[in-house]
């Protein structure tokens, strides 16, 4: 259990220096867990794409068995307001 321990911080580790390194990503709050190899991902991003590229970026990790991405889109764009017809 110690070894499965220490192999999970070895490859989390991995996963946060390939996001950081990784520089579409920067700036962006993800936390990462492991256990028994599946990595969960937690946090927010401004867009699909860079969910997307989150993602794949850990997928390419060896060691990777399943990712859980709990990530949510998160944009600065605010939607545009709606109008009703009214009556001059």
Do not use: W
């Not at 794949?56 to 017809?85: M, N, W, Y």
């Amino acid at each position: 259990m110690a070894n499965e321990r220490s192999s999970d911080s070895v490859l989390q580790q991995d996963i946060i220096d390939e996001l950081a390194a990784e520089g579409n990503l920067d700036g962006m709050t993800i936390a990462v867990g492991v256990r028994r190899g599946v990595v969960r991902l937690v946090g927010s991003v401004p867009s699909l794409a860079a969910r997307l590229l989150a993602e794949r970026a850990v997928g390419r990790i060896p060691g990777v068995q399943q990712v859980i991405d709990e990530l949510t889109i998160t944009s600065s764009v605010r939607p545009a307001r709606r109008r009703t017809a009214r009556k001059a």
